[in-house]
């Protein structure tokens, strides 16, 4: 009974021990590569999440519902200037209301600009508008091109 009461304390002192250990020691994780590993002149996206990305394959518009996002994003700029892709915008019809509705699918040019220092990380700029260009039909009662802000 001593030997495993010394066995199970001895167990317990190294999980403590190691426990304690700073993180900076610890191995960290390998870099995704949708963040942002950047630097402060290539401007990021910032998502829902609030993490930076770069040329992200998705995007999330409405982050509240999720009823609005970009897809099968290909990204032929991304600079200082602007970030241009082709994809496709999925959109809830939210008909007869938006728990029942249908996304439906509308390809578009996407356009981001106006770069920025980002609030939560000032050595990095984020782009702070995208604009959205419907290339064959759109959702109702939006205009083939609209442009919203971006969050900081």
């Known amino acids: 009974m001593r030997a495993l009461t010394m066995t199970v304390t001895l167990f317990a002192l ?11 020691s610890q191995a960290a994780p390998e870099p995704s590569s949708r963040s942002a590993q950047q630097p402060a002149h290539r401007p990021v996206l910032v998502d829902c999440s609030w ?19 970009l897809a099968s994003l290909r990204w032929s700029r991304w600079d200082a200037g602007a970030a241009q892709a082709k994809g496709v915008n999925w959109v809830n019809d939210c008909k007869p209301y938006c728990a029942a509705g249908r996304f439906q699918a509308y390809p578009v040019t996407v356009r981001l ?30 205009a083939q091109t609209v442009s919203y802000p971006l969050w900081d």
């Not at 394959?57 to 009823?67: K, P, R, T, V, Y």
Request: glycine letters at 4%; hydrophobic letters at 35%.
């Open 14 to 24: 190294a999980a403590f021990t190691t426990a304690g250990v700073p993180a900076a």
């Open 51 to 69: 993490r930076a990305e770069v040329r992200p394959s998705d995007f999330i518009l409405a982050c509240g519902d999720g009823n609005s996002r």
């Open 113 to 142: 600009d106006r770069a920025e220092p980002w609030k939560k990380r000032p050595e990095l700029s984020h782009y702070s508008r995208i604009t959205l260009v419907y290339t064959d039909s759109r959702p109702e009662r939006v």
